[in-house]
């Protein structure tokens, strides 16, 4: 048998179906073979939608099988028709390509929709090529190519919990793969937080890219020049329409190829204002000050929205992986400004039980809660908590007074009820001060899962991702400023907040 390049190969496929081979085209056929041949084992592949970059994987996995026929390729797909549909067009090429002939076998059950064998020298236990779905059971199978073909899709990655367990299911790969296998990701990011991305996302932890060391090859619909990749299909014209037709953040994502979120996120954290400083409390003729980078402080909201129980993403606790507990504090300045300055997500910790196995006394995970809010308040001279008493908050005022007090902290306790749709509470408590560009948010908040949570948040009841920390900063936003004074304080610990008279906290 004559060996083609893969251009020939394709070229020849092409010239059958009565086309020609797009410069565009051409461009990632001879990256393929380029990577092939210089023994490249991890690639990926973006190209714009509608490229055709599947057709031409299903066309390098069918040369892949002519060079060698004893070769065993695994699709990979964020559900299985979708993988399906790649072996089915490869069973196509084989049975119509001139130099594919002698591949077919000769029985039919060796040729089904999800899966093929071509006739081959060596017995092997896995098929020629396989599809499955990203939820499928791989274990037993094995590969020596494995092609990630779009498995980063909105429903495997519009939360965090759902990034966390694809990229879970693709570690399992290095148990599918031979030594020495090949990797080939396929796709356009559909996320900020893309497997696809070229830097680590710090906000979530990450000090590396999840496809680190990977041979890339970006193709998007515009030229460094700002003209068209492929000019036949996609003129300057249609991709103008595109781009008003399906919105900004749409095109950024599917057709140049930028790692943002599909959908218009109302609480964009590119709009918050980043800084660094840290309070400044200082005193001087009985009069306290607190100031921020030389602005002085006003007021202060801080709000606390508890949860009890499992670990939820990110580290905070949650009902069965639901809520997390969460307290938040934000500072306001005289010109209306507001600084988020800290958030803090409370992290389990397991109950330290007495010799008769029940809990000492204090050491349940409430109070250990209420302890590091009390010591949060101190920190940052707050001068009230307020407090959602909805469902098991409603016991916690008593302890978070008490740990206050134990701590010598002069700091009220504010009840509240929440009853606001929660997503109608966070957009009216964000919209304003985002748009007008009157939040600002310290440095330490990029190391929460807050700005996560604002990227992946949507005004929809549907949404099941986190929204925890955006539900604290709701409530300080939403709170009116904290003006009330503290109970009583030695001389050295005055009042910080101009003009407001004393108000004891109440018992």
């Known amino acids: 048998m004559i060996r083609l390049t893969l251009p020939e190969f394709v070229a020849i496929w092409t010239r059958r179906q009565g086309l020609s081979v797009p410069q565009v085209h051409d461009r990632i056929v001879r990256w393929l073979e380029a990577r092939w041949l210089a023994g490249d084992r991890r690639m990926l592949l973006q190209a714009f939608r509608g490229c055709g970059k599947s057709t031409l994987v299903g066309l390098f996995a069918a040369w892949l099988l002519v060079g060698n026929p004893n070769l065993r390729l695994l699709v990979l797909a964020a559900d299985l028709a979708l993988g399906r549909k790649m072996v089915r067009t490869v069973k196509r ?19 089904a929709a999800d899966r093929f064998t071509v006739a081959r020298p060596m017995e092997l236990r896995d098929p020629s090529m396989l599809a499955c779905g990203i939820d499928s059971n791989m274990t037993g199978s094995r590969a020596d190519v494995v092609i990630c073909d779009d498995v980063e899709v909105p429903k495997t990655c519009d939360t965090a919990a759902k990034r966390s367990e694809l990229r879970a299911k693709l570690s399992e790969i290095d148990y599918v793969l031979v030594p020495g296998g090949t990797q080939l990701y396929i796709g356009t990011p559909h996320t900020y937080y893309s497997l696809y991305a070229e830097s680590p996302r710090r906000d979530v932890g990450e000090t590396s890219i999840f496809l680190d060391g990977f041979a ?17 299909r996609f003129s300057m014209e249609r991709i103008e329409r595109m781009r008003r037709h399906t919105g900004m953040n749409k095109f950024a994502s599917q057709m140049l190829l930028q790692p943002v979120n599909m959908t218009l996120s109302r609480l964009d954290p590119e709009r918050l204002r980043r800084y660094d400083g840290s309070l400044e409390y200082r005193e001087a003729q009985g009069v306290a000050r607190l100031s921020l980078n030389g602005e002085r402080l006003v007021s202060a909201s801080c709000f606390w929205d508890p949860a009890y129980g499992a670990r939820a993403p990110g580290g905070a606790v949650g009902r069965d992986g639901g809520d997390g507990s969460v307290v938040a504090a934000v500072f306001s300045d005289r ?156 001389a050295r610990l005055p009042d910080w907040r101009p003009g407001t008279p004393v108000v004891a906290p109440t018992e």
């Open 93 to 111: 090429l084989l049975e119509r390509h001139p130099f594919a002939r002698g591949l077919k076998p000769a029985h039919l059950d060796q040729w």
């Open 216 to 232: 890339r090859l970006t193709v998007p619909v515009l030229t460094m020049d700002g003209g068209s990749a492929w000019p036949e």
């Open 335 to 490: 010109h209306g400004n507001h600084y988020l300055h800290r958030i803090l997500y409370i992290e389990p910790q397991p109950d330290r039980t007495t010799g008769s196995g029940m809990p000492g006394a204090g050491d349940d995970d409430a109070t250990r809660q209420c302890r590091r809010v009390a010591a949060f308040a101190e920190s940052l001279h707050l001068p009230a908590v307020t407090l959602e008493i909805n469902g098991l908050g409603r016991f916690l005022p008593g302890l978070l007074r008490r740990a206050l007090a134990q701590a010598g902290t002069a700091c009220a306790v504010v009840e509240t009820n929440t009853h606001t749709n929660k997503q109608v509470r966070i957009l009216e408590a964000f919209d304003t001060v985002l748009a007008a560009g009157a939040l600002f948010a310290h440095v330490s908040v990029w190391d929460t899962p807050f700005i996560e949570e604002m990227r992946d948040w949507r005004p929809d009841a549907r949404f099941k991702g986190h929204d925890d920390g955006l539900d604290a900063v709701a409530g300080c936003l939403k709170a009116e400023p904290v003006r009330l004074g503290r109970l009583p304080r030695p």
